[in-house]
């Protein structure tokens, strides 16, 4: 879940992870309703405003309700700035919280980028709650962005997802798979900047991680590695991201309408997705070919990580500049790249 201002509390993609298995349909998070219908209320919000923690951040007001806990809205007293404040309430933990947490603490203090979400401060508050304080993005999700437009604007979503790129090639390049990329899980700060967000599913691919559950991804942005519990690797990042592309520039997933969670995931793992020439013939070829590269039920046939996604963006930018309105400021060093020229060249 990416961490942003909102007006009233918005049920989080835990709830969306939760509809995708009612009846064995893919739903969307507007279908939340429905689903707490089923469930029973949701519990609620520990309000906690004009609450101080650490002497540091002062509690403002409340964001969102996410699975075991709360985000609020909050101050950090010693920057004067504000942030946004997470807190996992004991009750409400999974078995595996505290390991994922500490995960997740050890990654933030190692990707120190600007396209990563930055963290102010964790760790351990009356007892067993757990809390992290990160920067607030005044932009709001992707997402957001994206379902804000009637016709997606290619120039600047293009722009955006290369910034994405460069988060991604930095974390792999620090040996960090995000896991659980969706249009969710990037914000938009000051316009035309982005962070990657939600780094708890993330884990050091070298370590030949499996997920824990399924659950902790987006379903509708999951790799043929998530759906068979495969280890997570940049590549499985690599996937994630092309579905995101497809999202930025057509404004939907390649698989909506009334598919089944089943045929949605055959689908994926067959390779049976729609191109974007499909959605749009003005569709350069070359970006389109990025696509299908980046999708590729096979993940050694993908382009293998985030600096890969660089070259081949930047070739893409080379021969098709009028789909670039301003060169993106890049910090990243990019690397030989072999074995996907063929591809776009």
Partial sequence: MGYHKNNGISWNSGVSTLASMVNGNVWSSNDTDKIWEKLGQPPPVPDNRGVEIKERFLITDIIAKVPGGVVYLGIDLL????????????????VDTHKRFDR??????????????????????????????????????????????????????????MQVAEGLAYAHKNGIVHGDLSPRNILIHQEDCIWLSDWNSA???????????KSLATPLFMSPEHIFDQPIIPATDVFSFGLVLYFGLTGRHPLTGSLTSVEMYRSVIEGKLPELLDENAAIPEKLNLLFKACINPVPEKRPGNGTDLIILFENLMNDNQALFRQRPGMNHQTQSFTGHETLIN
């Fill in 79 to 94: 920057q004067s700035i504000t942030c946004a404040f997470k807190i996992l309430f004991a009750g409400g933990l999974l």
């Fill in 203 to 213: 884990s050091f691919f070298k370590e030949k991680h499996f997920l824990e559950s």
């Fill in 104 to 161: 997740e603490t050890h990654i933030f203090q190692i990707l120190r980028h600007p396209r990563i979400l930055p963290e102010i401060g964790s760790g351990k508050i009356s007892g067993s709650h757990l809390f992290r304080a990160m920067k607030l993005a005044d932009g709001g999700t992707f997402e957001d962005w994206i379902k804000g437009q009637k016709i997606p604007d290619p120039h600047q979503s293009l722009l955006l997802l």
